[in-house]
């Protein structure tokens, strides 16, 4: 997949939607303490889809969804775990075409990733942390569009 078509726009702290690009669904969560995921399920999500970027140094953003926090003990194990404290900053890198990376602070390379769409079968997928681009190129899976949902005043769309 080339990615070196037009540019993805800076993201700025704002509410987003999270939308896969390899399934078009969004990341999700439900409550503290499990993994946000990724469904094939078409249910009213409202809050439980919606994420708020936080502008931190170097390009990172703490994300947040409706108070409940990316936090360190998901990333420790791979996984991305709602916890209510120890908030991490993740770096959010444009790829071009809108599409952007989500980079796991620290120097390990780890970037968010599913390892399959949702299917009817399998209708939720975690969302966890995997190794970066294979020969600089990023799969689907490693890929990601966010969309706005409010605009600088901090009304909704």
Do not use: C
């Not at 790829?95 to 390892?115: F, S």
């Amino acid at each position: 997949m080339s990615l070196s078509r037009t540019r993805s726009p800076k993201l700025v702290s704002g509410v987003y939607r999270i939308i896969s690009e390899a399934s078009h669904s969004t990341v999700r969560v439900h409550q503290h303490g499990k993994p946000i995921v990724l469904s094939h399920r078409y249910e009213l999500l409202g809050v439980f889809e919606q994420w708020e970027l936080t502008e931190q140094e170097k390009g990172g953003f703490l994300i947040r969804s409706m108070g409940l926090t990316l936090g360190q003990v998901g990333a420790e194990n791979d996984i991305m775990i709602i916890n209510g404290g120890n908030p991490i900053a993740f770096i959010v890198d444009p790829l071009g075409d809108g599409l952007y990376t989500v980079k796991a602070p620290g120097d390990d390379g780890l970037y968010w990733n599913i390892t399959q769409p949702p299917t009817r079968q399998h209708p939720e997928v975690n969302v966890k942390l995997g190794a970066g681009a294979v020969d600089g190129e990023f799969e689907p899976t490693q890929l990601w569009r966010f969309e706005r949902l409010d605009d600088d005043s901090g009304a909704y769309f």
